[in-house]
């Protein structure tokens, strides 16, 4: 069975020493770099923008998987691709043409991503999921790192695993949001492919050493 993908989250790392944070990923089992976008908008919460994202770029030998907490993603999917993001992440609740915007985001050469808060049904994607190559199921509300996990993630994730094989669609499950060891092994028995986390690393005594826990 092929290993657990282990995204740590950026919003955790010391911004006063990016670059060594950035280059602790490199050198770790990590799989991505995931970078959260906030825009204090869609979410109650300004984290990071263009600069940032080419800073870390600069540095990072993985692929950015870029997650979008803002309003109207489609005004920025070209400056993205330019910034060289892998994977561009966009919420469902914030695209009344989700078909459209996937489209412009696959047409820049990046994977595209939808990722849903914990009170949107994983069945809001039955139209759309061959058309996403990643869903990010948000297991505590975006805006923040350092939340606790939200249990009813386990029930979302087999449904979504059970809508992804009716559906015959290929899209990876990515879980965001209060992981730790504790849950890790457990969201992947329930169908996760890629774990996200922020705060259990970056806060860790020995951040590489958490990662290759997480990897299982
Ligand atoms: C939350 C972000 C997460 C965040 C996770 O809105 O999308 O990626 O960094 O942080 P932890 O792992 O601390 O919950
Ligand atoms: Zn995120």
């Given at each position: 069975m092929s290993k657990t993908l282990i995204a740590?989250?950026?919003?955790?790392?010391?911004?006063?020493?990016l670059q060594r944070d950035v280059e602790m990923v490199n050198a770790?089992?990590?799989?991505?770099?995931?970078?959260?976008?906030?825009?204090?908008?869609?979410v109650p919460n300004i984290s990071y923008g263009m600069p940032v994202l080419k800073?870390?770029?600069?540095?990072?030998t993985k692929p950015l998987d870029v997650h979008l907490m803002i309003v109207d993603p489609?005004?920025?999917?070209?400056?993205?691709?330019?910034?060289?993001?892998?994977?561009?992440t966009v919420h469902y609740e914030a695209c009344p043409h989700l078909h459209r915007t996937l489209q412009a985001i696959k047409s820049h050469g990046m994977k595209a991503g939808v990722a849903i808060n914990p009170h949107t049904n994983v069945q809001l994607l039955e139209d759309t999921i061959k058309d996403i190559d990643i869903v990010i199921i948000m297991s505590v509300n975006p805006g923040f790192g350092g939340q606790s996990f939200i249990e009813n993630t386990y029930d979302k994730i087999?449904?979504?695993?059970?809508?992804?094989?009716?559906?015959?669609?290929?899209?990876?499950?990515?879980?965001?949001?209060?992981v730790t060891t504790n849950n890790a092994q457990k969201l992947v028995a329930a169908g996760a492919d890629i774990l996200v986390a922020g705060s259990f690393v970056f806060k860790s005594q020995d951040p590489q050493a958490t990662i290759k826990a997480l990897k299982g």
């Open positions: 740590p989250s950026l919003l955790a790392a010391d911004f006063g020493n770790s089992e990590a799989d991505w770099h995931h970078i959260d976008v906030m825009d204090g908008v869609f800073a870390i770029q600069q540095h990072a489609d005004r920025y999917i070209e400056e993205f691709a330019r910034l060289g993001a892998a994977h561009l087999k449904s979504l695993k059970a809508l992804i094989t009716k559906k015959n669609a290929s899209t990876l499950i990515e879980i965001d949001g209060g």
